[in-house]
């Protein structure tokens, strides 16, 4: 049973940068596709970005394009997602998952909170 534990969100002022940790536990992630999502108040969980397996191909929701980008250290289990020029509108939990479509989700985990604001 895979368990997700995401971490580094916090406090940041417009135009500042996270970098976001995704560590499972119980299994290797070598052999997933991966994402990130969001949550942002009063609204659904939507998909941020997707890496492959092996890191090689990544894709991004248009208005995170240019300023995240999602990584990999398969020999860590982690998946990251570094977030720079943040915005007041990327305010929410973010999470990390399967990619969407995948037949078995794990079990979501915490989430990280990332706020935006001066």
């Known amino acids: 049973q895979v368990q997700l534990a995401e971490s580094g969100g916090g406090l940041v002022q417009p135009g500042g940068s996270l970098r976001l940790s995704c560590v499972a536990t119980g299994s290797t992630l070598v052999s997933y596709n991966m994402a990130w999502y969001r949550q942002a108040p009063g609204k659904q969980r939507e998909w941020v970005a997707t890496i492959s397996t092996g890191g090689t191909y990544t894709d991004y929701i248009d208005f995170v394009k240019g300023r995240f980008t999602i990584s990999r250290d398969n020999t860590k289990n982690t998946v990251y997602l570094q977030m720079n020029s943040l915005n007041p509108e990327d305010t929410a939990v973010y999470y990390c998952?399967?990619?969407?479509?995948?037949?078995?989700?794990?079990?979501w985990g915490q989430g990280t909170q990332v706020t935006v604001s001066a």
């Open positions: 998952n399967r990619v969407p479509g995948s037949p078995d989700l794990f079990i």
